[in-house]
């Protein structure tokens, strides 16, 4: 699904479908993978792309659960001086790749400037609990988690590998 953020209007409802999928998703889990070709160029090598509209359920999940720890472990230690600076990055991020519109389709290479805060804030959110049974229960989402995001992206990463070694072990060449 190739589609541009610029047919929506900011905070639609397929804006905001789109920004959680490219923005979020697409940078804690890796994408599927189509492949194909510029329909630009006429003798253009296969190449894979990453597919962020056929995100399943199970990655809207597991990055909406992430979305909401991160939004907890920020709002509940908001005072804290190393927490805002947290806000601000995140805020910043939010600006440059979902206001401005800068690599919307390349989340999978900019998440790296944003995709620490996720655990930084679950630490603070960690922080600020007192409650051994709460603590319990973030225990297991967070194991539940790290295990689900591992499995996703090892997957993600062989289907990408697996693309590469088959398209491209002999050099690049049309097909």
């Not at 599927?32 to 990655?59: C, E, K, N, R």
């Not at 805020?91 to 800068?102: A, K, P, V």
């Not at 922080?127 to 790290?146: E, H, P, T, W, Y």
């Amino acid at each position: 699904m190739n589609v541009s953020p610029f047919k929506y209007s900011f905070f639609s409802p397929e804006y905001l479908d789109l920004a959680f999928k490219r923005f979020w998703c697409g940078g804690l889990l890796a994408p599927s993978f189509l492949v194909g070709s510029d329909p630009t160029l006429p003798d253009a090598p296969f190449i894979p792309v990453p597919q962020f509209g056929g995100i399943s359920w199970g990655h809207s999940t597991i990055g909406g659960v992430c979305f909401v720890l991160f939004v907890l472990g920020l709002a509940r230690n908001r005072r804290d001086r190393r927490v805002q600076i947290l806000i601000a990055a995140m805020m910043f991020e939010c600006f440059l790749h979902l206001i401005l519109l800068f690599g919307h389709a390349e989340s999978h290479i900019y998440a790296a400037h944003w995709i620490f805060l996720v655990p930084l804030a679950i630490g603070f959110l960690y922080r600020s609990l007192q409650n051994k049974k709460a603590l319990l229960l973030l225990d297991g989402i967070v194991i539940l988690l790290a295990i689900s995001i591992v499995v996703i992206n090892m997957n993600g990463y062989y289907e990408f590998f697996s693309i590469a070694w088959e398209h491209f072990r002999h050099g690049i060449t049309n097909h």
